[in-house]
């Protein structure tokens, strides 16, 4: 039975949300293999959010059913205050079926959403916000320049915005290290990265704000309205990362008639599943103190057995090399089956 | 930057939530005082929805700001697998923020709802469905016959009366005992208990087939997702007192507020006393292990695994 009052009946006030709330989705089944060092990136992630936001934040992180070891991580992370919110989820939603969450209940005015491997340059909530402020009507804004059309060519809002008096349809090259840096991050080969070198990127200018985006966001991190990122959900989530769902969120903003546009200049950067010296160079001028691999290591070029060399070499065939992947996902599965 | 191809692409699909969700908010600041029984309530409760919920369900835990001992024992119950959703918020955002992030997040399309210092016994879910099914239009089901005040079921009781094919009795359907049990546990005295309940009785409905009586509580009870969306968000500038606007604007919006005629739920409060039994740890809702989870077929295969990574992306 009830005895007493219970005290947080007695009109103190709860915890107001800041304007900005940032939501990672962490998912590290493994320690090994592709994900050895991802918890260390992840780390780096946060150093460099801290370091580079200059405006306050909540920060939500979403654990889609990592393993134990990432889990304790994260529950220790969240211990020591570096994270305000921090979901278990005991299964892999899905990346979709994590944004489902995210979009649909963080209650802050401006959601960022990044994957847990992007390292956050200072000037990157200040160059959003000038686009969203120049185009209110942006669902997604990205804050590095999008090379990659997810809709490919069927989005139409920047269309509609472009009709109007004060807009124009324009094209905007970015400069050989902006573009050798991205392909650098995704681990693009040469044929992929030509025609990036080649094609300039589409933009839409407000003239009255002198202000220029690129049109297109990528997934990997963007700044999304509430309203609209309320919108857009339910998204399909049956899979744990297929481009058609993670997709169907591009489809939804610009059916909405929300615009995806992205900033001139690379304020993010995708750490992707590597640590290496100049990551760790960068990290310590945006964090301004010495960082040192914990975990992980800096990749360098070991010297390999013979038995290696071969089998190095093996697995550079594409014969094997097939048969090697589909090994690997194949344990992967195994591991990490429900 | 990225190497190799992430092995999370090729998992064709990923867990499916159950169509309930059962969410329980909790905030347990410190352990004495007030709170001093509170984490044994909160272990009672989650046990009781474990050992009393047949039906496949999610659970899902949003820890308001509670004290580190109270998340100690939610994480390790989350890492058991016994509860499927854990949400931790550093600060207490309220019951209504809660509130807010629970009904717009839960991925159940029926959510039941409870206080952490309430036990359930079995059957609760499925007289709960029962009536969700069976009345068109019903917004929240408490798993207890109640007594709530009429203001917030004058709809309900308008849709039965002009609705021929629902029947309407009005007696004293609420036994003393099952009366009394709930509203001294809310702190009120008997003498108090025994002279409300005689000063009312009880609208009972049936509606194909199926019983419910009128009124609903906002500690426990069952709803439709849709239903819930409709009145976000809810203020949430307070930690608790906020949470009443449910009921008005139910009511309102001409929902159902009904309950069950059997008492499957119990308000514990913040003290234990004798109300319950221990709760057993039967292990329900754990996730099932795999061959894969053996510790050492597990390292091995996580040698291999890691072995072809390096071969094959280095």
Redesign the interface.
């Known amino acids: 039975m009830r005895v007493g009052i219970n005290p947080a009946k007695a009109g103190l006030p709860a915890y107001t949300p800041q304007r900005l709330g940032v939501a990672l989705i962490v998912y590290i089944p493994v320690l090994e293999g592709y994900f050895q060092n991802s918890l260390e990136i992840f780390r780096y992630q946060l150093a460099s959010l801290r370091a580079a936001t200059s405006q306050e934040f909540d920060l939500l992180v979403f654990n889609n059913g990592s393993c134990p070891e990432a889990s304790a991580a994260l529950e220790a992370l969240y211990q020591d205050g570096q994270i305000d919110w921090l979901i278990q989820s005991a299964h892999n939603l899905g990346k979709a079926g994590a944004w489902n969450w995210i979009f649909a209940a963080m209650p802050n005015e401006l959601i960022c959403y990044a994957d847990s491997d992007v390292l956050f340059r200072p000037g990157w909530l200040e160059a959003s916000l000038e686009v969203l402020d120049a185009f209110p009507q942006a669902g997604m804004i990205a804050a590095q320049p999008n090379f990659f059309d997810v809709l490919e060519g069927e989005g139409t809002a920047h269309l509609r915005l472009a009709a109007q008096d004060g807009y124009s349809l324009d094209e905007f090259l970015p400069s050989k290290e902006i573009i050798d840096e991205y392909c650098f991050g995704i681990g693009a080969s040469e044929e992929t990265a030509r025609p990036f070198y080649q094609k300039p990127l589409p933009t839409i200018t407000n003239h009255a704000k002198n202000v220029q985006a690129v049109i297109g966001a990528s997934h990997m991190q963007f700044l999304i309205p509430r309203e609209a990122a309320r919108q857009v959900v339910p998204l399909p989530a049956v899979h744990a990362l297929l481009r058609r769902e993670t997709m169907s969120l591009d489809y939804k903003i610009d059916q909405s008639g929300y615009l995806h546009l992205s900033t001139l200049q690379p304020y993010v950067f995708h750490m992707g599943n590597t640590i290496n010296d100049r990551l760790l160079s960068e990290l310590q001028s945006i964090t301004g103190r010495a960082i040192q691999p914990e975990g992980g290591k800096a990749q360098k070029n070991t010297p390999q057995s013979g038995v290696r060399r071969f089998m190095a070499s093996l697995a550079r065939r594409p014969r094997f090399n097939r048969l090697f992947r589909r090994l690997y996902n194949l344990l992967f599965q195994a591991l990490n089956s429900e | 930057?990225?190497?190799?191809?992430?092995?999370?692409?090729?998992?064709?699909?990923?867990?499916?939530?159950a169509r309930i969700t059962v969410a329980v908010v909790c905030?347990i600041?410190f352990l004495s005082?007030?709170y001093a029984e509170s984490l044994e309530i909160l272990k009672a409760c989650l046990g009781s929805i474990w050992d009393s919920t047949l039906a496949p369900y999610d659970l899902m835990v949003f820890d308001n700001?509670s004290c580190?001992e109270v998340?100690e024992y939610l994480?390790a119950m989350?890492?058991q697998?016994r509860?499927?959703?854990?949400?931790?918020?550093?600060?207490?955002?309220?019951k209504?923020?809660a509130w807010?992030?629970?009904f717009?997040?839960a991925?159940g399309e029926v959510i039941a709802y409870t206080d952490s210092d309430v036990s359930f016994s079995p059957g609760w879910l499925e007289d709960t469905l029962a009536i969700l099914e069976a009345y068109p239009k019903a917004g929240m089901v408490t798993a207890r016959p109640m007594r709530s005040p009429e203001q917030y079921y004058s709809s309900t009781l308008e849709w039965a009366q002009s609705n021929p094919e629902v029947t309407v009795d009005f007696e004293t359907f609420i036994d003393w005992e099952t009366y009394r049990q709930h509203i001294?546990?809310?702190?009120t005295s008997e003498e108090q208990a025994r002279e409300w309940y005689e000063a009312r009785k009880d609208y009972r409905l049936t509606n194909q087939g199926i019983q419910a009586q009128v009124g609903a509580a906002h500690f426990q009870f069952s709803s439709y997702k849709s239903a819930l969306q409709e009145f976000l968000?809810f203020r949430?500038?307070?930690?608790?007192?906020q949470v009443r606007s449910l009921d008005e604007q139910m009511n309102a919006a001409s929902y159902l507020r009904l309950c069950t005629c059997r008492p499957y739920v119990r308000?514990?409060?913040?003290?234990l006393?004798g109300?319950l039994s221990q709760t057993r740890d039967t292990g329900a809702g754990k996730?099932s292990q795999?061959w894969?989870e053996l510790p050492l077929v597990?390292r091995l295969?996580?040698?291999?695994?890691?072995a072809?990574?390096?071969?094959?992306?280095?």
């Open positions: 930057m990225r190497v190799g191809q992430n092995p999370a692409k090729s998992i064709d699909q990923v867990a499916l939530p905030y600041p005082g007030y700001g580190p998340k994480a989350q890492s697998g509860i499927q959703y854990l949400v931790l918020s550093e600060k207490n955002i309220g209504g923020g807010n992030f629970i717009e997040a991925p001294v546990s809310l702190g968000p949430m500038d307070r930690p608790m007192g308000h514990l409060g913040n003290q006393g109300a996730r795999g894969a597990k295969l996580l040698k291999i695994y890691d072809i990574f390096r071969l094959y992306f280095h």
